[in-house]
């Protein structure tokens, strides 16, 4: 009798055992203007896949799968969908992120960065030397003189990026010696930044300039 209880017991426990086991919920999904990531959760059990792809237009860099990890998080999406038709040289990885250099869509600052957002990205940001220098070397690379950068001074009195970071919280900046002390420190509102790959510097434009059509600006996916 008392075996028997015991089987039971031990049948009810791997039961249980089962209907607890690990599963990732439904995966996050970016999605900005046209640029969906689609993701195909065929099972979401510990080890499952999953399948990524971009929506028509749309071309995968990356990883195309994730994985159910048994801490029940999908692992890291390492995947960005970029408009059909742009190829390396102009797709650029560096330090875990990913970089458009667009030639190809002549725009002024708020142009740019509406390019930018609706590819789940920003305006490219530089958090320090090296990626700076990267940078001016993918510039001269690509002949690229000048181009649009993520920096700008919205409402005046310092200089921020993207992330809402700062030339000061940064502790990096790469200013031209030609740039007066008063700009650098106390930039009015609406100043925009652009990088000059001969200079190897970053130039400040008061806010009409912003206005001016430049040929090239990077985004920077991550
Ligand atoms: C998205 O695609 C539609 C249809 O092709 C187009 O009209 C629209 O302008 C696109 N939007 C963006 C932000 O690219
Ligand atoms: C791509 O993701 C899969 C998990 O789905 C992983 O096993 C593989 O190592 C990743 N490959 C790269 C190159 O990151
Ligand atoms: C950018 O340029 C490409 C290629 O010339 C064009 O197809 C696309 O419509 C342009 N996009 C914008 C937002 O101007
Ligand atoms: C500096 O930038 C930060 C982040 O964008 C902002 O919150 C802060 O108000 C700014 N400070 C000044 C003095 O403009
Ligand atoms: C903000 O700045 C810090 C320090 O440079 C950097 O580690 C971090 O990646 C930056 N954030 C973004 C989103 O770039
Ligand atoms: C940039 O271009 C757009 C579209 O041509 C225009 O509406 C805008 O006034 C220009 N300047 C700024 C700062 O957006």
């Not at 089987?7 to 599963?23: C, D, E, G, H, S």
């Amino acid at each position: 009798m008392v075996f028997k209880h015991y089987k039971l017991t031990l049948v009810l426990v791997a039961l249980i055992v089962q209907t607890i086991q690990i599963t990732c919920n439904d995966p996050e999904i970016r999605s900005c203007g046209n640029a969906s990531i689609r993701i195909d959760v065929g099972d979401n059990t510990v080890g499952s896949e999953a399948h990524i792809s971009c929506s028509n237009g749309y071309t995968l860099w990356g990883n195309d799968s994730i994985v159910c990890l048994d801490s029940g998080q999908w692992s890291q999406q390492n995947a960005y969908c970029i408009p059909d038709g742009i190829g390396k040289p102009y797709i650029q990885s560096f330090d875990g992120s990913l970089y458009l250099f667009n030639n190809f869509n002549k725009s002024n600052y708020s142009q740019a960065k509406e390019y930018c957002t609706n590819i789940c990205s920003t305006l490219i940001e530089i958090n320090n030397q090296v990626e700076d220098q990267f940078l001016l070397e993918t510039m001269n690379n690509l002949e690229i003189d000048v181009l649009w950068i993520g920096l700008e001074s919205v409402n005046g009195g310092n200089y921020s990026w993207p992330s809402g970071n700062t030339t000061q919280t940064n502790q990096y900046e790469n200013w031209g010696e030609v740039v007066p002390e008063h700009i650098k420190d106390n930039p009015p509102a609406g100043t925009c930044v652009q990088a000059f790959s001969f200079y190897e510097f970053w130039f400040p434009n008061p806010g009409s300039f912003c206005d001016t059509e430049l040929d090239d600006f990077v985004c920077e996916l991550r």
